[in-house]
């Protein structure tokens, strides 16, 4: 589904951040991406959404090279959650959610219907939480909305960037079990960026190891963590 071939990223001040990456995701898995700060996991991730383009090498996602896609095709194909999952503050957490449905052409009403449907699948309740705005939301609520955004389009492709890394170890235990059996239902072709290798195990149907700019192990958690 999502296919690297030779890429590799050079910033304009000459830091190799990404170096030949080879590797592929196949529809419906999730790998985690797992290394220190600064072996070039969220450049890889920023690269698919075309934030920022490859140095050299291609990326295809279903068979076609991103680069050749319109952004509003890209859009509709992938999903991106952060760890600071910006939501527009003035907005209710249902009209945040509902976003992404109305700016795909949706009509307001069957936007709202969609969005509360959203919430339910991530755990929050529309009745409870729509009408409330971010900063009433706790940190892991929050997350879970960014959830549901990202899910709106209903991308077949799942981007996130340590979505849970700014919560403590209890949310993030609660939104990591939500999260598996979130997509044990929608099955997205997930990659999943964390430095915390118990949560790239946990969550991972394979694991890409990270060390700078290359991937050293990729292989599924049992493997990894068998591995001298
Ligand atoms: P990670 O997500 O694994 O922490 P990044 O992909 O953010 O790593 O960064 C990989 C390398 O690229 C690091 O050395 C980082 O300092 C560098 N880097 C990231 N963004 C830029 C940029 N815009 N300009 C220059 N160097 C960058
Ligand atoms: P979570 O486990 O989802 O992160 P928390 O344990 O942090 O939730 O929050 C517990 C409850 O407190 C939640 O139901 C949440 O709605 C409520 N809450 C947290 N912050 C606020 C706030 N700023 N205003 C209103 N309610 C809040």
Do not use: W
Not at 27 to 46: A, I, N, Q
Not at 57 to 83: H, K, M, N, S, W
Not at 133 to 146: A, E, I, K
């Amino acid at each position: 589904m999502i296919r690297f071939e030779h890429v590799t990223k050079r910033y304009p001040d000459g830091t190799t951040a990404v170096d030949d990456l080879s590797f592929e995701v196949a529809e419906g898995e999730l790998v985690t991406l797992v290394g220190p700060s600064g072996c070039g996991k969220t450049t890889t991730m920023k690269m698919v959404n075309r934030l920022i383009e490859p140095s050299e090498g291609r990326i295809l996602l279903g068979g076609e090279d991103i680069a050749t896609l319109d952004p509003v095709e890209l859009r509709r194909r992938i999903g991106y959650v952060i760890q600071q999952v910006g939501l527009f503050p003035h907005k209710t957490v249902l009209e945040n959610t509902a976003t992404v449905p109305r700016l795909l052409g949706g009509q307001r009403r069957a936007a709202r219907e969609r969005a509360a449907e959203l919430l339910d699948l991530v755990g929050l309740d529309p009745a409870v939480h729509g009408d409330r705005y971010p900063d009433q939301l706790s940190g892991g609520q929050r997350q879970r909305v960014g959830v549901a955004r990202a899910l709106a389009a209903d991308p077949p492709v799942l981007l996130m960037d340590e979505p849970f890394g700014a919560v403590d170890p209890v949310v993030r235990e609660r939104l990591q079990s939500e999260f598996l059996r979130l997509q044990q239902r929608v099955r997205k072709t997930v990659l999943f960026v964390t430095h915390d290798i118990e949560e790239a195990v946990r969550l991972g149907d394979r694991i890409a190891v990270y060390g700078s700019g290359r991937i050293e192990q990729l292989d599924t958690p049992a493997t990894v963590l068998g591995a001298p």
